[in-house]
């Protein structure tokens, strides 16, 4: 491990205020609504409080909008991070997109006191001004580091012995690295540990941390496509029964478009893709009737009966 | 007018001695191509090339090929470059003059549509409210987000960009 990441004593700190403002994204509850209320069941049972609001915007998207500006990203990203300053919590994330702007926002701007200057005199006429340093994590994060792998096995009820998982982290849960300072950016463990603590197993494969390739659906849908290939043929050759994600646009990217790369390319991959708070539930003995999967494009039934 | 002078600072500083002294370190090793996954799909996308355009100053051809919109920013080859070139943060940087000098991808524009009418990226339709509450999710409030995210975008002149895009 080239980093380091929090230690275990500063996340058993954390321990007694287990309490976020939680950052929803606009696709999760917009389009993959099974992905929050698989999120939010099982924070419940974890016993982790969460705050909400909703006056967000989007946090906004670390690639088109960044490409776009990276003055009107920033000054967004601090908007939202504005609105947790101002309700004293710090930020939980779903979404790997929304992690790496809130958290590289919160970052630039607490480095570079003259960007922060400039940001916030755009947000002036809003009556908003930015003191930067607020705290952003992804839910891995605090299943990983706050409640921790041990726990979760001690908490489980329902393990899922003989399920074969492959992980799928996302590039901005752990790039750039520097920023991010979670996990190894090249070879991360948080996930596939995730996936070992509910008594799954998680198997090694080619490419493991290739972009999904959704990032390019609204600038060149062949490409997009060609990439989902390339992860989906890797991940099928490993033998697994399943894709984890920690991310939207991971999900939509394997689980809708799974379809139309098996269309376009003449392919069967047949693999149901679950976002990682989906399995952590139906380990921890959520009824799975509860959980939405009936959303899901690509049919999740050979897991359940799999794992019943 | 913003933009206008916006792009001049950003070209400045792309052309300027700091920006020019990481680029310089370059030595055409290619790893940031080795790891980069549209590459690898698609041999004409080479961030090594990018890189060495920019650092013989081109960055007039940088920004008129299209291939530059390729990037998924997955930040592998800023990882991975032996020098610590940030090159994917680089190409950020060169998009944002490209968007100025010669406009987005639609996709973007119409992202960019939606953020400066509702302040995020998907709208919250009937059919939405339905599923959310078979699933016992809350409602969605609509706030009047859309209001701060608008002075946000004239501050940053980034809702006159967006005026001459939808013209185009
Ligand atoms: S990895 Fe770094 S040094 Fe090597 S070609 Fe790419 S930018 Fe240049
Ligand atoms: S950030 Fe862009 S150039 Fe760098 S590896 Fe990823 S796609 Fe390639």
Redesign the interface.
């Known amino acids: 491990m080239k980093r380091t990441r929090a230690t275990k004593e500063e996340s058993n700190l954390e321990k007694e205020n287990k309490d976020y403002l939680l950052f929803k994204g606009?696709?999760i509850?917009?389009?993959l609504?099974?992905m929050?209320?698989a999120a939010?069941r099982a924070l419940e049972i974890l016993e982790i409080k969460i705050t909400?609001t909703?006056?967000?915007?989007?946090c906004?998207?670390?690639?088109?909008?960044?490409?776009?500006?990276?003055?009107?990203w920033l000054?967004?990203g601090a908007?939202n991070l504005c609105i947790a300053q101002e309700i004293g919590k710090d930020i939980l994330t779903l979404c790997n997109g929304c992690y790496e702007t809130l958290k590289e926002t919160s970052h630039a701007l607490s480095e570079d006191s003259e960007l922060l200057e400039k940001v916030n005199?755009?947000?002036l006429?809003?009556n908003r001004k930015y003191e930067g340093n607020t705290i952003v994590k992804h839910i891995a994060e605090v299943l990983y580091l706050d409640i921790g792998t041990n726990q979760i096995t001690n908490m489980i009820k329902k393990p899922l012995y003989g399920l074969k998982v492959a992980a799928f982290y996302g590039?901005?849960l752990v790039?750039?690295?520097d920023v991010m300072n979670f996990d190894d950016?090249?070879e991360p463990k948080s996930l596939d540990e995730l996936i070992v603590a509910l008594g799954a197993d998680s198997l090694p494969r080619m490419?493991k941390?290739?972009?999904c390739?959704a990032?390019?659906?609204?600038?060149?849908m062949d490409?997009s496509l060609?990439?989902a290939k390339?992860n989906l043929d890797n991940i099928k050759t490993s033998g697994v029964d399943c894709i984890v994600t920690l991310c939207p646009f991971c999900q939509t990217q394997f689980d809708r478009n799974q379809k139309v790369v098996e269309r376009r390319f003449n392919k069967e991959y047949n693999l149901p893709v679950f976002y990682y708070p989906e399995l952590l539930c139906l380990a921890l003995g959520v009824d799975p009737y509860?959980l939405?999967f009936d959303?899901h494009i690509v049919k999740v039934d050979q897991v359940l009966n799999k794992i019943k | 007018m913003e933009i206008e002078k916006d792009l001049e600072k950003l070209i400045e500083e792309i052309g300027g001695e700091d920006f020019q002294k990481k680029v310089q370190v370059c030595y055409q090793c290619g790893t940031c191509v080795g790891g980069c996954p549209v590459a690898w799909v698609n041999e004409n996308f080479n961030p090594r090339k990018i890189m060495l355009a920019l650092s013989r100053g081109e960055i007039d051809e940088i920004i008129n090929n299209d291939l530059l919109w390729f990037c998924c920013y997955c930040h592998t080859c800023l990882e991975r470059c032996p020098q610590k070139i940030p090159v994917s943060e680089i190409i950020v940087k060169l998009k944002n003059i490209a968007a100025k000098v010669r406009g987005i991808p639609e996709g973007y524009v119409n992202e960019l549509k939606m953020i400066a009418k509702t302040g995020r990226i998907s709208s919250i339709s009937s059919a939405t409210e339905r599923r959310r509450e078979q699933l016992n999710l809350p409602k969605l409030v609509q706030t009047s987000v859309e209001k701060d995210i608008k002075r946000i975008l004239k501050q940053t002149g980034t809702n006159l960009f967006l005026e001459k895009e939808i013209k185009k």
């Open positions: 606009c696709l509850p917009s389009s609504p099974y929050e209320v939010r909400e909703d006056n967000f915007s989007c906004p998207d670390p690639i088109g909008i960044k490409a776009i500006s990276e003055l009107t000054s967004m908007r005199k755009i947000l006429p809003l590039c901005h790039r750039p690295s950016p090249e490419r941390m290739f972009c390739g990032p390019l659906l609204g600038v060149n490409l060609n990439i390339e509860q939405g959303l």
